[in-house]
C-alpha cells in the first residue's frame, strides 16, 4: 500500500492551494475543480479536511464523477488512465486537475465540459 494512502487530505491540500494561488487562480477555484471530481460539496470538503481523512477515506466517501475517465495525460511520468490501482488513479485524477489549474486551463475543460 502506497504511504499516500494513509496521508491526511488536509496536510496535502495548502500545497494544492499555494500552487494554484501562485500561478494566479482562486482558493474557489480548487475547491470547485475537487468537488467536481469528488461529488462534495463546500462543507462536506471542509469537513474531510478538518477530520483529518486519509486520501483513502477520502475518496472511498466520494461520488466520483461519471466523466473522471475523462482525464487523461500524465503525472509524475504515469499516464492516469494507465494506472491499474482504483484508489492511485483518483489520488493522480486529483493531481492532474490541480495541474490544470494552476497551468491556466480554461474551467469548462478542466471540468470535462461536453456539448450537449
Known amino acids: ?22 500561478k494566479g487562480r482562486t482558493k ?42 475523462l482525464i487523461t495525460g500524465s503525472i509524475c511520468g504515469v499516464r492516469v488512465e494507465t494506472i491499474d490501482d482504483p484508489l492511485m488513479q483518483k489520488i493522480r485524477y486529483l493531481d492532474k486537475l490541480v495541474d490544470e489549474l494552476a497551468k491556466g486551463k480554461p474551467m469548462e475543460k478542466i471540468l470535462r465540459v461536453t456539448a450537449a
Not at 463546500?42 to 477530520?51: G, H, I, W
Request: charged share 25%; proline share 3%.
Open 1 to 22: 500500500m502506497s504511504r499516500i494512502f494513509t496521508t491526511a487530505v488536509a496536510s496535502v491540500y495548502p500545497l494544492y492551494l499555494a500552487k494554484v494561488e501562485r
Open 28 to 69: 474557489a477555484e480548487l475547491d470547485e475543480v475537487i468537488g467536481w471530481l469528488t461529488g462534495y460539496d463546500e462543507a462536506a470538503l471542509e469537513t474531510r479536511l478538518q477530520s483529518g481523512a486519509t486520501f483513502e477515506d477520502f475518496f472511498a466517501d466520494a461520488r466520483l464523477n461519471e466523466n473522471a475517465p
